[in-house]
């Protein structure tokens, strides 16, 4: 253990002043960490690097399809791209910022020093990076180092048997396999992280019907990363097994079943969509009270709807596959299930207005995002109803109406989000406000480029638009809605370069934050922007849902009523 | 992380435990990763992997065995510490409505949920005669109204023709009672919850307003909900049918005794630990 | 053959097929047959094709704006109809939710003088939550009732015994279509009888996959649904209008899987029976492309192509035996004419970059020859 | 703070969580008994479906013995931690020693199998389905055996150097609750490998 590590209490601004440290000791403290928050902020990072380069990746598709019969990329870099951009923004983007939102906040919430699993936590965050750096890794090696192939171009949901070692050759596709593989082992280590951390370390009095929203709800998704990334571990082993050791799991010429993989990946991957949209819902439900000044309505109905939507996932991920010729039985089994899904997520939606409804809302820019998410979770989740309704479904089904659908729901309901919890939470993690006037000005201007971008793919969709084509010819209807899609990505882009340049000048300039600049409720804001190593001098104690109510109208509490 | 085994103290610790930091998290991270890349590289870079995997496994373990390692961090001086929950200087307003302050969940009183299931049943039940008897009347069957209604969900019903609508079919019976049952009990459910919300004239509401709301919107739909319905339908039954069900979901829901809703007491007056008198 | 022959040549590189294209002005649903023959005036090549056969102006209609919402055929009416009343029960939803959303955003919002005051804080409603529980679910219990409906009503559709009986076989990145109860086998253009409402000719497609997962699409006339290796998929087609109806394959299948183009010509019962006549009818040897055809079968096309009635027996690649009897190439990457034929036979992968069909390094003359021969496969 | 100023609990209320450990352990064996479900429903799917031989049902026959001695160990991993918990670190060695000879036993009969299948059977992963399953899922399981094996051992070894002491209790228990569910993993694929297979 080297001696410098023994006092990290370095990360207060004031102590930094008094003695600049070197910036390899600064280095060396951060790769050391063993820090919930240096850990959280350092997942955020590295997620939004990610974010940066697979939403380039984007830009580029959206070049490529501006026009018919463009050549801009060539059909096979086109084919990587897709596939890069879709597994590195659920698996390197997604999965990381929302654990890293988990870890940063999760302990200050529920009044705790730190994670369950200090060094768990740390070997997730690595193991995640790593696993990340290998699969980008393929760009380079794969055709350098082995022969054939580069990176991989099987599309993030890698259908068998066109990854079989016939249709896929050389590496790129091992290096899909590999590399998700292992980051997927971090994402279960954090998630067991946070249940442990949940279950076993909330201060003295926080019932679980008394821990914040933003809690709960990352506790249905740390369950659902439990239970749903082993299917996938397992389906990827089966598929290496296929690849280096000739096993015939997937091999259709030995007997193999190619839906088999489907149904194994989309058990993980249909409540992997619910595990990057509950954190979504998750930061809506802090930030939305807060800024409407008034508690969550149906706090339990809020709960409980949650926790219906962690166990009516498991059961309908054949709804992916309403086309491979399943019976009308099975047909109309998912097309039901997926629809119940509807329920609790419209019971939460109406919460979320009930919440609104009656208060004093403040359009700060983290409620801004949130009001967007509203709007835009609305209309993914009609969509939604839409592609569950099984007959719709075949048609709509791999068209472009379900890239619409499913960027409203990532895009539209968690990206918004996350920018939400940046702008709420920034200031506590640094200290420092972001600045409202920039902040404004990225939220119109993305919120214009998103909808730009992909409204009107909804229509190509319609006019039968298939996805994942590098090309497309005049005359079938579909350039108009691809160029103005495409034009909206300049506006996302100019966006984002607010997002970026906002936090860059805030970290610079932006205003003093202190304790608790929202006027907010829970935990985290009762201990100093940026909190302590340790988070609380003193453990905390808490008697409602909103600990810091009580302290500010001590003759009205809430843990009188709840 | 002693954090939930110490006992809270209101004095402010000088030093605080915190796990100390290490590499070997990281080291045994990167000899995994450098394992399964060998896979897709050369076998060497997995020899390495499997030995920086093995060496970052026994720092790790020498981090935890016998007992984890701490650091004392000290705490900051008071000044840079957080300061005190200001009492909040404004004043929260009340909501009118009930009387135990404003901590309500609106509306305060309301008729019990089970009422809204009996007045469901009621409802179907009496629709049920009345539709039975239509067929009766009209068509000299009983099954056809049943059968009609399940066409919405089977197909060889949807396209069949009036004389076989007017035969038994077990899946018609079956579905159609499924339907009509699951229907009726979800919608007196509702009229249970939201009949005390609406201002006065319950009734009116409850009796021909809703009925005449839901029939409109069938009538807008019917051609893709039930083809083989909205082809035959005969509307003035149909409609006399509602409203039937209405009303009589309507008056068993209102007959039903009002309670207050719990939530409109404090938690303490609920668990019966203060009495109301203690409370402001 | 005849409109094709008839369209003026152009030299057609790449970038010339592009250019022409881009002229093509977005067709309509019904296009104007005055419309078409303008355009054939103008000597240009349409890349919607509109079939070499010269059919009547209806059969020559190409459909090539495929919108879901205007279904030409009878499952794809069927899902229409329920879409509909998805749709509309989403933007009914929409409305409300939408209004209640806008209602909060501009009533609810903090004016000046609401600093230092808090809002009634209210906990939630028991009887607001119930009735939004309630009233959805009451809501997906009539979709789930139409859903179950209208699936079973087109999978497990009956169809007449006489229907037309097609198989349809996937192939990165082509389509192989058999008639096995004509003996036909011909590719990427499947022609089928057009129905009426009170003369059913459906069609029962058997689809298969040689490869990869494949989608059949074809909006106008039915929802997707995938061939996949090792397992037969059934659909049907019931269309109601003659023409040539576009689709794609809907499933990611690889490197060009953009142009696996599929279209389907729609015809009256009479040209459906004599293009099925025309395509049986024994291969007629035309000696003036002898060194073509020497050539052909000297080098290795006979490997993966099939030409009825000769050695030529691969199954890798599509049939050829009917080849100018297509309207386009390469699964729709180019149409069908001696330009394209000739700039594909030297190298395909400037049609269709990183397709299976390889550069088969011919020189010019051999390209001219086998070309010849090719144009002879009528 | 918070708390300085919040009306406090009284201070007779417990504030008793569940153990960390244990609850680490519970969700990591449910992602585990996921993981095993997905290659369980493998095998089952795949339940006479290869198209070439050699068939389980000619080649395969039950490790009655080697099953037992895994079950038995089970008993003697419980009858390790009784007496840990007693301080009787003598009979927990012994015990301890006990468990790892069973399950290195397991481990041999396993490979011995293995070696019969491959050399005299021609029985491999790439033969055909049954094998593509078989030796997954067997192997799956035997890996976790083997992870089982280096804990017990790292213990064992540690317990011989008088490095484990009474304050390890939990983490012994923790490795013993690990090994029980190998073991009835076992049973799962016992059953489904060697009986509903066949």
Same mark, same amino acid.
């Given at each position: 253990?080297?001696?410098?590590?023994?006092?990290?209490?370095?990360?207060?601004?004031?102590?930094?002043?008094?003695?600049?440290?070197?910036?390899?000791?600064?280095?060396?403290?951060?790769?050391?960490?063993?820090?919930?928050?240096?850990?959280?902020?350092?997942?955020?990072?590295?997620?939004?690097?990610?974010?940066?380069?697979?939403?380039?990746?984007?830009a580029l598709i959206r070049v490529q399809l501006a026009f018919p019969n463009n050549d801009f990329l060539p059909p096979q870099m086109f084919n990587r791209m897709f596939t890069m951009h879709g597994t590195a923004m659920v698996f390197l983007v997604g999965m990381p910022i929302i654990a890293g939102l988990m870890n940063y906040l999760v302990p200050l919430m529920i009044g705790a020093r730190d994670m369950a699993f200090p060094r768990l936590n740390a070997f997730g965050f690595w193991i995640f990076l790593f696993g990340g750096g290998l699969l980008y890794f393929s760009y380079l090696a794969a055709p350098g180092l082995s022969g054939a192939g580069s990176a991989p171009d099987v599309g993030w949901f890698a259908y068998s048997p066109l990854t079989g070692k016939a249709f896929s050759r050389g590496h790129s596709t091992d290096y899909w396999i590999l590399s998700i593989m292992i980051s997927g082992i971090g994402s279960i280590a954090s998630a067991i992280n946070v249940i442990v951390t949940v279950i076993t370390m909330r201060c003295r009095g926080m019932t679980l019907m008394k821990m914040p929203m933003f809690v709960w709800i990352v506790l249905v998704v740390a369950y659902l990363i439990v239970i749903v990334l082993p299917p996938l571990t397992a389906a990827q082993i089966m598929l290496l097994l296929d690849r280096f050791l000739g096993a015939k799991f997937f091999d259709t010429q030995a007997g193999g079943s190619a839906v088999l993989w489907q149904h194994f990946f989309w058990i993980f991957g249909h409540p992997e969509v619910y595990v990057l949209i509950l954190p979504g819902f998750a930061v809506a439900t802090e930030i939305i009270p807060v800024f409407s000044r008034k508690p969550i309505f149906g706090y339990a109905v809020m709960v409980g709807a949650s926790v219906m939507i962690g166990f009516i996932s498991l059961g309908v991920w054949a709804h992916h596959m309403f086309t491979i010729g399943m019976s009308a039985m099975s047909n109309t089994f998912f097309a039901t299930s997926t629809m119940l899904v509807g329920i609790p997520t419209g019971i939460k939606l109406f919460n979320w207005l009930g919440t609104m409804w009656g208060g004093k809302i403040r359009f700060k820019t983290p409620m801004l995002f949130c009001v967007a998410f509203l709007f835009q979770f609305l209309c993914?989740?009609?969509?939604?109803?839409m592609l569950a309704v099984a007959p719709f479904d075949w048609q709509l089904s791999d068209s472009y109406f379900v890239v619409a659908h499913f960027h409203y729901v990532l895009i539209g309901g968690l990206l918004f989000t996350i920018f939400g919890a940046i702008y709420y939470w920034f200031p506590k993690a640094t200290g420092k406000l972001l600045s409202e006037k920039l902040g404004k000005w990225h939220f119109w201007v993305f919120l214009i480029g998103f909808n730009l971008t992909f409204g009107p793919l909804h229509i190509a969709g319609i006019l039968g638009m298939p996805r994942r084509i590098y090309t497309y010819d005049v005359g079938r209807g579909w350039d108009v809605w691809n160029l103005l899609a495409s034009i909206g990505v300049i506006f996302q882009a100019v966006g984002i370069l607010f997002f970026v340049g906002n936090i860059l000048w805030s970290l610079w300039k932006g205003k003093k934050a202190g304790d608790d600049p929202w006027d907010a409720w829970t935990l985290?804001?009762?201990?100093?922007?940026?909190?302590?190593?340790?988070?609380?001098?003193?453990?905390?104690?808490?008697?409602?849902r909103r600990p810091l109510w009580d302290l500010k109208h001590p003759t009205d509490p809430d843990w009188k009523y709840e | 992380m002693p954090g939930n085994e110490t006992k809270p103290s209101s004095e402010t610790p000088t030093h605080i435990a915190l796990p100390a930091p290490t590499m070997w998290p990281m080291v045994t991270a990167f000899g995994i990763t450098l394992l399964v890349t060998g896979l897709v590289t050369n076998l060497a870079v997995s020899v390495v992997g499997l030995v920086v995997a093995l060496v970052g496994a026994v720092g790790w373990w020498r981090d935890v065995l016998p007992a984890d390692r701490h650091?004392?961090?000290?705490?900051?001086?008071?000044?840079?510490?957080?300061?005190?929950?200001?009492?909040?200087?404004?004043?929260?307003?009340h909501l009118k409505l009930g009387q135990a302050g404003h901590r309500v969940r609106v509306p305060a009183e309301i008729h019990p949920y089970s009422s809204g299931l009996k007045a469901g049943i009621a409802g179907g039940a009496v629709m049920a005669v009345l539709a039975l008897g239509y067929g009766l009347i009209r068509h000299g069957s009983l099954w056809y109204p049943i059968n009609l209604l399940s066409a919405a969900a089977v197909p060889t019903l949807a396209t069949a023709t009036t004389e076989q609508l007017r035969a038994f079919s077990s899946t018609g019976l079956a579905v159609g009672i499924f339907a009509h049952g699951v229907v009726s009990l979800l919608v007196g459910f509702v009229y249970a919850v939201m009949v005390p919300m609406f201002p006065r004239r319950g009734w009116l509401w409850a009796g021909i307003v809703l009925p005449l709301f839901?029939?409109?919107?069938?009538?807008?739909?019917?051609?893709?909900?039930?083809?083989?319905?909205?082809?035959?339908?005969?509307?003035?039954?149909?409609?006399?049918?509602?409203?039937?069900?209405g009303m009589v979901t309507g008056y068993v829901v209102a007959r039903s005794e009002r309670i207050e809703t719990r939530q409109t007491w404090p938690l303490a007056a609920r668990i019966g630990i203060e009495s109301q008198e203690e409370r402001e | 053959m005849g409109a094709a022959r008839r369209r003026k040549p152009k030299i057609l590189r790449r970038e010339g097929i592009r250019a022409a294209r881009a002229t093509f002005p977005l067709t309509q649903n019904h296009v104007n047959p005055a419309r078409i023959s303008k355009l054939k005036r103008l000597g240009l090549v349409v890349a919607g094709g509109t079939g070499s056969w010269a059919f009547g102006a209806d059969s020559a209609q190409v459909h090539s704006i495929a919108n879901i919402f205007k279904p030409l055929s009878a499952p794809a009416e069927a899902v229409y109809e329920i879409s509909l009343l998805a749709l509309l029960v989403c933007a009914g939803i929409f409305l409300v939710v939408g209004s209640l959303l806008a209602y909060a955003v501009v009533k609810f919002r903090s004016r000046p003088g609401d600093e230092g005051t808090e809002p009634p804080q209210i906990y939630g409603s028991n009887q607001l939550e119930m009735a939004w529980t309630a009233i959805p679910i009451l809501i997906v219990f009539v979709l789930v009732l139409v859903t179950a409906r209208t699936t079973a009503d087109v999978q497990n559709h009956p169809l007449p015994e006489d229907s037309l009986k097609v198989r349809v076989v996937g192939h990165q990145w082509w389509w192989e279509i058999h008639y096995p109860d004509h003996g036909v086998i011909t590719a990427n253009e499947l022609h089928i009888p057009v129905s009426s409402r009170d003369q059913r000719r459906p069609t029962a497609l058997r689809l298969e996959s040689a490869d990869v997962i494949h989608s059949f699409w074809v909006p106008q006339l039915a929802g997707k649904t995938d061939l996949i290796p090792n397992r037969a998929n059934d659909m049907w087609v019931e269309p109601y209008q003659t023409g040539t109806f576009l689709g794609n394959c809907a499933e990611y299948c690889g490197t060009q899987h953009a142009k696996m183009l599929l279209r389907v010509v729609v015809e009256t019962p009479e040209e459906f029976a004599r293009w099925i006549a025309s395509q049986k009818a024994p291969v007629v040897q035309d000696s003036s492309a002898q060194a073509g055809r020497d050539l052909f079968f000297n080098t290795s096309c006979v490997n993966c192509h099939r030409i009825s009635g000769t050695a030529a027996e691969g199954v890798f690649g599509p049939d050829l035996t009917r080849l100018m009897s297509r309207s386009t190439l390469a699964a729709g990457a180019a149409s069908n004419t001696p330009e394209n034929l000739r700039l594909w036979v030297q190298n395909p992968h400037t049609i269709k970059p990183g397709c299976l069909m390889p550069d088969m390094q011919l020189n010019p003359a051999e390209v001219e020859k086998i070309v010849a021969y090719l144009l002879t496969l009528k | 703070m918070a708390a300085a100023s919040s009306p406090t609990i009284s201070a007779a209320a417990e504030w008793k969580l569940p153990s960390k450990r244990k609850v680490g352990l519970i969700c990591l064996l449910a992602t585990e008994s996921a993981l095993f479900t997905i290659f369980v429903v493998a095998y089952l799917f795949y339940l006479g479906k290869s198209l070439n031989g050699p068939y389980p049902k000619d080649i395969l026959s039950p490790p009655w013995l080697a099953s037992v001695a895994l079950l038995s160990s089970s008993v003697t991993v419980v009858l390790a931690e009784r007496a840990f918990l007693r301080g009787n670190l003598g009979r927990f060695k012994l015990m301890l020693?006990? &468990? /790892?000879?069973?399950?290195?036993?397991?481990?041999?009969?396993?490979? *011995?199998?293995?070696?019969?299948?491959?050399?005299?059977?021609?029985? &491999? /992963?790439?033969?055909?389905?049954?094998?593509?399953?078989?030796?997954? *899922?067997?192997?799956?399981?035997a890996s976790h055996v083997v992870i089982g094996l280096l804990l017990l051992s790292l213990?064992?070894?540690?317990?011989?150097?008088n490095w484990v002491g009474p304050e390890q209790h939990e983490r012994v228990e923790m490795l013993s609750w690990y090994w029980h569910f190998v073991d009835a993993i076992w049973i799962v694929v016992f059953t489904v490998v060697y009986i509903l297979g066949r």
């Amino acid at each position: 253990m080297p001696a410098s590590s023994l006092n990290p209490a370095v990360p207060i601004p004031q102590a930094a002043a008094a003695e600049r440290p070197s910036i390899p000791s600064i280095l060396h403290e951060w790769v050391t960490t063993t820090d919930h928050k240096r850990l959280g902020l350092m997942y955020i990072m590295a997620g939004l690097l990610f974010f940066v380069i697979s939403g380039c990746m984007a830009a580029l598709i959206r070049v490529q399809l501006a026009f018919p019969n463009n050549d801009f990329l060539p059909p096979q870099m086109f084919n990587r791209m897709f596939t890069m951009h879709g597994t590195a923004m659920v698996f390197l983007v997604g999965m990381p910022i929302i654990a890293g939102l988990m870890n940063y906040l999760v302990p200050l919430m529920i009044g705790a020093r730190d994670m369950a699993f200090p060094r768990l936590n740390a070997f997730g965050f690595w193991i995640f990076l790593f696993g990340g750096g290998l699969l980008y890794f393929s760009y380079l090696a794969a055709p350098g180092l082995s022969g054939a192939g580069s990176a991989p171009d099987v599309g993030w949901f890698a259908y068998s048997p066109l990854t079989g070692k016939a249709f896929s050759r050389g590496h790129s596709t091992d290096y899909w396999i590999l590399s998700i593989m292992i980051s997927g082992i971090g994402s279960i280590a954090s998630a067991i992280n946070v249940i442990v951390t949940v279950i076993t370390m909330r201060c003295r009095g926080m019932t679980l019907m008394k821990m914040p929203m933003f809690v709960w709800i990352v506790l249905v998704v740390a369950y659902l990363i439990v239970i749903v990334l082993p299917p996938l571990t397992a389906a990827q082993i089966m598929l290496l097994l296929d690849r280096f050791l000739g096993a015939k799991f997937f091999d259709t010429q030995a007997g193999g079943s190619a839906v088999l993989w489907q149904h194994f990946f989309w058990i993980f991957g249909h409540p992997e969509v619910y595990v990057l949209i509950l954190p979504g819902f998750a930061v809506a439900t802090e930030i939305i009270p807060v800024f409407s000044r008034k508690p969550i309505f149906g706090y339990a109905v809020m709960v409980g709807a949650s926790v219906m939507i962690g166990f009516i996932s498991l059961g309908v991920w054949a709804h992916h596959m309403f086309t491979i010729g399943m019976s009308a039985m099975s047909n109309t089994f998912f097309a039901t299930s997926t629809m119940l899904v509807g329920i609790p997520t419209g019971i939460k939606l109406f919460n979320w207005l009930g919440t609104m409804w009656g208060g004093k809302i403040r359009f700060k820019t983290p409620m801004l995002f949130c009001v967007a998410f509203l709007f835009q979770f609305l209309c993914a989740g009609l969509t939604g109803i839409m592609l569950a309704v099984a007959p719709f479904d075949w048609q709509l089904s791999d068209s472009y109406f379900v890239v619409a659908h499913f960027h409203y729901v990532l895009i539209g309901g968690l990206l918004f989000t996350i920018f939400g919890a940046i702008y709420y939470w920034f200031p506590k993690a640094t200290g420092k406000l972001l600045s409202e006037k920039l902040g404004k000005w990225h939220f119109w201007v993305f919120l214009i480029g998103f909808n730009l971008t992909f409204g009107p793919l909804h229509i190509a969709g319609i006019l039968g638009m298939p996805r994942r084509i590098y090309t497309y010819d005049v005359g079938r209807g579909w350039d108009v809605w691809n160029l103005l899609a495409s034009i909206g990505v300049i506006f996302q882009a100019v966006g984002i370069l607010f997002f970026v340049g906002n936090i860059l000048w805030s970290l610079w300039k932006g205003k003093k934050a202190g304790d608790d600049p929202w006027d907010a409720w829970t935990l985290e804001w009762s201990t100093t922007s940026p909190p302590p190593p340790y988070n609380f001098e003193v453990l905390p104690e808490v008697r409602s849902r909103r600990p810091l109510w009580d302290l500010k109208h001590p003759t009205d509490p809430d843990w009188k009523y709840e | 992380m002693p954090g939930n085994e110490t006992k809270p103290s209101s004095e402010t610790p000088t030093h605080i435990a915190l796990p100390a930091p290490t590499m070997w998290p990281m080291v045994t991270a990167f000899g995994i990763t450098l394992l399964v890349t060998g896979l897709v590289t050369n076998l060497a870079v997995s020899v390495v992997g499997l030995v920086v995997a093995l060496v970052g496994a026994v720092g790790w373990w020498r981090d935890v065995l016998p007992a984890d390692r701490h650091e004392h961090v000290p705490v900051v001086p008071p000044s840079e510490r957080a300061q005190p929950v200001q009492v909040a200087a404004g004043r929260v307003e009340h909501l009118k409505l009930g009387q135990a302050g404003h901590r309500v969940r609106v509306p305060a009183e309301i008729h019990p949920y089970s009422s809204g299931l009996k007045a469901g049943i009621a409802g179907g039940a009496v629709m049920a005669v009345l539709a039975l008897g239509y067929g009766l009347i009209r068509h000299g069957s009983l099954w056809y109204p049943i059968n009609l209604l399940s066409a919405a969900a089977v197909p060889t019903l949807a396209t069949a023709t009036t004389e076989q609508l007017r035969a038994f079919s077990s899946t018609g019976l079956a579905v159609g009672i499924f339907a009509h049952g699951v229907v009726s009990l979800l919608v007196g459910f509702v009229y249970a919850v939201m009949v005390p919300m609406f201002p006065r004239r319950g009734w009116l509401w409850a009796g021909i307003v809703l009925p005449l709301f839901w029939t409109g919107l069938f009538y807008g739909t019917s051609k893709f909900i039930n083809p083989a319905l909205a082809g035959r339908v005969d509307w003035p039954w149909f409609v006399v049918c509602q409203i039937a069900f209405g009303m009589v979901t309507g008056y068993v829901v209102a007959r039903s005794e009002r309670i207050e809703t719990r939530q409109t007491w404090p938690l303490a007056a609920r668990i019966g630990i203060e009495s109301q008198e203690e409370r402001e | 053959m005849g409109a094709a022959r008839r369209r003026k040549p152009k030299i057609l590189r790449r970038e010339g097929i592009r250019a022409a294209r881009a002229t093509f002005p977005l067709t309509q649903n019904h296009v104007n047959p005055a419309r078409i023959s303008k355009l054939k005036r103008l000597g240009l090549v349409v890349a919607g094709g509109t079939g070499s056969w010269a059919f009547g102006a209806d059969s020559a209609q190409v459909h090539s704006i495929a919108n879901i919402f205007k279904p030409l055929s009878a499952p794809a009416e069927a899902v229409y109809e329920i879409s509909l009343l998805a749709l509309l029960v989403c933007a009914g939803i929409f409305l409300v939710v939408g209004s209640l959303l806008a209602y909060a955003v501009v009533k609810f919002r903090s004016r000046p003088g609401d600093e230092g005051t808090e809002p009634p804080q209210i906990y939630g409603s028991n009887q607001l939550e119930m009735a939004w529980t309630a009233i959805p679910i009451l809501i997906v219990f009539v979709l789930v009732l139409v859903t179950a409906r209208t699936t079973a009503d087109v999978q497990n559709h009956p169809l007449p015994e006489d229907s037309l009986k097609v198989r349809v076989v996937g192939h990165q990145w082509w389509w192989e279509i058999h008639y096995p109860d004509h003996g036909v086998i011909t590719a990427n253009e499947l022609h089928i009888p057009v129905s009426s409402r009170d003369q059913r000719r459906p069609t029962a497609l058997r689809l298969e996959s040689a490869d990869v997962i494949h989608s059949f699409w074809v909006p106008q006339l039915a929802g997707k649904t995938d061939l996949i290796p090792n397992r037969a998929n059934d659909m049907w087609v019931e269309p109601y209008q003659t023409g040539t109806f576009l689709g794609n394959c809907a499933e990611y299948c690889g490197t060009q899987h953009a142009k696996m183009l599929l279209r389907v010509v729609v015809e009256t019962p009479e040209e459906f029976a004599r293009w099925i006549a025309s395509q049986k009818a024994p291969v007629v040897q035309d000696s003036s492309a002898q060194a073509g055809r020497d050539l052909f079968f000297n080098t290795s096309c006979v490997n993966c192509h099939r030409i009825s009635g000769t050695a030529a027996e691969g199954v890798f690649g599509p049939d050829l035996t009917r080849l100018m009897s297509r309207s386009t190439l390469a699964a729709g990457a180019a149409s069908n004419t001696p330009e394209n034929l000739r700039l594909w036979v030297q190298n395909p992968h400037t049609i269709k970059p990183g397709c299976l069909m390889p550069d088969m390094q011919l020189n010019p003359a051999e390209v001219e020859k086998i070309v010849a021969y090719l144009l002879t496969l009528k | 703070m918070a708390a300085a100023s919040s009306p406090t609990i009284s201070a007779a209320a417990e504030w008793k969580l569940p153990s960390k450990r244990k609850v680490g352990l519970i969700c990591l064996l449910a992602t585990e008994s996921a993981l095993f479900t997905i290659f369980v429903v493998a095998y089952l799917f795949y339940l006479g479906k290869s198209l070439n031989g050699p068939y389980p049902k000619d080649i395969l026959s039950p490790p009655w013995l080697a099953s037992v001695a895994l079950l038995s160990s089970s008993v003697t991993v419980v009858l390790a931690e009784r007496a840990f918990l007693r301080g009787n670190l003598g009979r927990f060695k012994l015990m301890l020693f006990v &468990t /790892i000879a069973l399950g290195v036993f397991f481990l041999g009969a396993t490979a *011995l199998e293995w070696k019969r299948l491959i050399t005299h059977d021609q029985f &491999t /992963i790439s033969s055909n389905l049954a094998g593509s399953t078989y030796y997954s *899922l067997v192997g799956l399981h035997a890996s976790h055996v083997v992870i089982g094996l280096l804990l017990l051992s790292l213990v064992w070894v540690l317990s011989l150097a008088n490095w484990v002491g009474p304050e390890q209790h939990e983490r012994v228990e923790m490795l013993s609750w690990y090994w029980h569910f190998v073991d009835a993993i076992w049973i799962v694929v016992f059953t489904v490998v060697y009986i509903l297979g066949r």
